[in-house]
């Protein structure tokens, strides 16, 4: 049974189509990889389905749901979270008030009127906090100000936000850009033990091939916004049209 | 600035650079941080406000040749500004939004308090119409209503179309209770039938609390005005402290992010939006009360929108009090200092106006936290926040 | 008076209120798309002018400020108008040179609401400044006699609306040949091209390696310039005192670009147009309700139409 799936998706930018008719499904529990030269349209599909773009045709379905053209903060309290590819954090909050927030989303919904009741009175959200901060091993540097972490510390915040959302799929658009060995293996281990610990689907956007054939249950692989190829790791290598896309010219 | 504290073991390292030991320093930076404690300072200090702002610096003034001591209303006049900065900063200071238009705010509920002391009577009894703390009410819940609609227009643009759709709202209100809505308004005439009653039926706003001279600046409208204040900051200090405290502060550093965390952004800016119109509401209420005349220019006019973003970015957006601060140097600026006359230039005059933008774009330049940051910021480094840093500067 | 003679009076004030909201639009916007800076000073250069023309112009008599205390009452040139149409342009060229190196550019890589509170704070101090040193007072307006050698004053007879002041009349011929002669600099010239493109998509200009960033000043004094330029327009029929700057300049500009769509020449030029036209029109039948339509016309823009009426990129979003 599949969680997400497209129909027919299409995004235009006035005569460019950036997305070309893609329809691909993703099963729970799979993580999924999405590659494809630059310019293939990999970023411009997860925004359609996030919520960041509206595509011009086609239909997103989430969870048996149809989620297409719904703003971002619905698809997220519907259980899709976003890793963005440069570090989106709160910069001048603390790094666990920067999970804190996400958790709260995922507590108390998308909008309340509860202005006056204390921060501190909400245990749920702390316990989620912590937990999430534990798990990208942050919580030692909890009272820091996100700001000074430094880089690679804060793609794991970020991750961390992710996380708190509580999603039941998440979107990571590659999280090992600009990355150091260290810091992309470190990075790697910690989507493993996600996908094992929070039974988590995931989809992932990733230029880094030796990342992706060590994680990705299956590839979905774009040129100039249309699929041509979804298979495992080992069908997609041995694919001569992904060949022909990625030597035909195109820069990888 | 610590002259005398004994350096207790901590080995001074610097005339210039001396600091305090430790442990004070921690406790300073506690209480500097502590917002709970902030407002238990604020109310401390409002017993005192009025006898420092006019009887003391009334005789500082005498002894030293100029009048620089402030007049009686003057203290409740900082507080009502004081009150609309408060809700001011909350949007501009931690959402981030700068609005041009919360004049509509102040004026509409100005015009709201007044015109129901003088048309409430026909089906209220005298008490009710012309209670102070009902003026409030029906000013606070009049500027809430049209913040609604002109708060969901404009936080659909952001940055300086937003500011210019406040600035659009406000200026239509202002031209309208100028001209055709002069029936309501009374136009450019002003309108002066503000009957102000007594304060829970008893007490005359006018008059002070005791006999005594030296507390002849404590008034019943003080009272009421001071303990609107602190309200007032009880409010925005629950109000930072809750989950909405967080999202505001989150909106104002990452919008994207914010909604990308499942949370709807456009309701909560409309939140902020309406929750600081309803400060600047009290606010014009109580000017309503504190000058028992409005003019469209004194309420609505954009200018005094302007004057709130001064006396916000002045006191120091980093801070709930900062911008308190901020009216009380604004308005004492321009209520006490602009009549000082100096022997060589001769009356400051409005001469104020200039120093107060040139002080403005000094602190936007090099303070961005304002003047209660840049005091923070500077005690701070006084004290040495950690010896290391003292340490390698000396 | 006949209906259509009427609309063809409206049609000629609101020309003329057009031409200045025009001149002010096209330097605001200018300024705003190819350095994205807003510049809430922009109606001090227009105050600036004014002033500038006044005395570049005449001899003006003094009441008060810091001048007129130190026992100067006469102040100004007395060059007559057709100095003040050559120097007050160039006046409002330094001033932004100056405004653009010393407040701007500092600002560029801060926050848009930082950019708004320190030129929003600079405009205070202009506006003081001129307050304190020629005085608080209102000047009447400074129409010439004659230009070139031609009657300006007085009333001309025109078909259709009868007699019409001679010089409102010229108001429009002579801001139309300056917003003509800016729109063909922009539109024609190497200079014009680099701020097209910067107004369109400034990084990608510099990613092309034009050094966009020594064109900024030059930009920036232009548009100062034409906002020097609408001042002096300005006060040739309106009267001129320290509060014309914000009030009749800057509001009316950013109302302008919000209108004809931000980043756009030919946009400003229409919105400012449409504003006094509009205006015009109300200020002739139902004056009362003039600027609350007009600023009632601004914010139905913002929300409907978000690009402005001739515009086609997407504003505040």
Known sequence: MSLLSTTSLVKQFGGLTAVDEVSFEVDRGETRAVIGPNGAGKSTLINCITGMLEPTRGTVEFDGEDITGVEPHDAVQRGLSKSFQTASIFPEMSVEENVEIAALAAEHGSFQLNFLRKRESFDEVHRISERMLDAVELLDQRDHEAASLPYGDKRRLEIAIALASEPEMLFMDEPTAGMSPGETHATVELIEELQDDLELTILIVEHDMEVIFRIADRILVLNRGRVIADATPEEVQGDPEVQEAYLGGVEL | MSDDTEPDGGPVVDEATERVDGSTDDLLERILARDDLVVVGFVLSLFVFPYLLVNLLTQIGEAIGFSIGGYVGLPTLVLIFGIVVIGFNLLLGYTGLLSFGHAAFFGVSAYAAGIFTAEATAFLPTAVAHSPLAMVGVGTFAALVIAWPIGFVSIRRSGVYFAVLTLTFGQMLYYYALGPGAWLTNGDNGFSDVNVGHLLGTFELEEAILGADFLRAYTWQYVFVAVAAVFALWMANRIINSPYGLIFKALGQNEQRVSFVGLDVFRYKHMAFIISAGFAGAGGALFAIHETYIHPTTSLYWITSGDFVIMTILGGTGSLVGPVLGALIFEYVSNVISGVSLPVIGAIGSLWRFVLGAVFVVIVWVFPKGVYGGVRDVVVALTGRGDDDGGEEA | ?317
């Open chain 3, 1 to 317: 008076m006949s209906l259509l003679s009427q609309a063809v009076t409206i049609l000629l004030n609101g020309l003329q209120q057009g031409a200045v909201f025009a001149l002010l639009g096209i330097g605001l916007t200018i300024i705003l798309g190819t350095m994205e800076f807003l510049n809430l000073a922009h109606g001090a250069l227009y105050l600036i002018g004014a002033y500038a023309g006044l005395l570049v112009f005449k001899e003006a008599a003094l009441t008060n400020g810091l001048l007129y205390n130190s026992g100067i009452q006469q102040v100004g040139l007395g060059a007559g108008f057709l100095a003040a149409l050559v120097l007050v342009p160039i006046i409002g060229f330094v001033v932004g040179a100056l405004m653009e190196r010393f407040v701007a550019e500092p600002f560029y890589d801060r926050a848009e609401t930082d950019q708004l509170l320190v030129t929003f704070g600079l405009a205070l101090i202009i506006e003081e400044l001129v307050k304190q040193v020629i005085g608080g007072n209102t000047f009447q307006s400074i129409p010439p006699e004659t230009l070139l050698g031609v009657q300006a004053s007085g009333p001309i007879g025109l078909p259709i609306v009868g007699s019409f002041p001679r010089w409102r009349l010229y108001i429009v011929l002579i801001a139309g040949v300056v917003i003509l002669a800016t729109y063909f600099v922009i539109e024609r010239t190497d200079f014009g091209l680099v701020v097209q493109a910067g107004t369109r998509d400034s990084e990608m200009v510099r990613l092309l390696g034009i050094p966009i960033d020594r064109s900024y000043t030059l930009v920036f004094a232009m548009g100062a310039a034409l906002a020097a330029f609408a001042g002096l327009i300005g006060a040739s029929f309106q009267t001129i005192s320290p509060q014309i700057g914000m009030e009749r300049a800057l509001v009316p500009a950013f109302l302008t670009i919000v209108v004809g769509g931000a980043g756009s020449v030919v946009g400003a030029i229409a919105g400012g147009m449409v504003l006094g036209v509009v205006v015009a029109a109300f200020q002739q039948t139902y004056s009362q309700w003039a600027f609350i339509v007009m600023y009632l016309l601004v914010a139905l823009v913002l929300v409907f139409r978000p690009q402005g009426i001739f515009g086609s990129v997407e504003v505040g979003e």
